[in-house]
């Protein structure tokens, strides 16, 4: 894991779209799993959207889609998954009372 987060800093760091590519999609695919397991666990009443399980994995799944975004210039899609990943983050350091 932490060669992974390592290759995705030197990625965005020095800029190298065509190598970043490989690793932003393997990336792509562990945050678009972690994403479908927490609306999965959710919507079959597993997980409550508050629990901190819910709001890591969306956390996380939409920093890794959003970086793989970022990478590919695909904007929209950039800015919807900063935004979730943002308002996970939220909810994690500030939980509703």
């Known amino acids: 894991m932490y060669n992974l987060v390592r290759l995705y800093i030197q990625c965005l760091w020095l800029n190298h ?15 678009m799993i ?14 409550s ?12 799944g939409e920093s890794l889609l959003t970086l793989r975004a970022y990478v590919t210039e695909e904007w929209p899609f950039a800015v ?3 935004i979730w990943a943002l308002f996970a983050a939220y909810s994690i350091l500030k939980p509703p009372k």
Do not use: N, P, Q
């Not at 779209?17 to 945050?31: E, F, N, Q």
């Not at 972690?34 to 997980?47: D, H, K, Q, W, Y």
């Not at 959207?49 to 996380?60: K, N, Q």
């Open 17 to 31: 779209k065509g190598a970043c590519m490989d690793i932003t999609m393997i990336g792509a695919y562990i945050g």
């Open 49 to 60: 959207s508050r629990s901190l399980t819910y709001l890591l994995l969306m956390f996380l």
């Open 34 to 47: 972690m994403v479908l397991i927490a609306f999965a666990s959710e919507s079959r009443g597993l997980v």
């Open 80 to 82: 919807l998954g900063g």
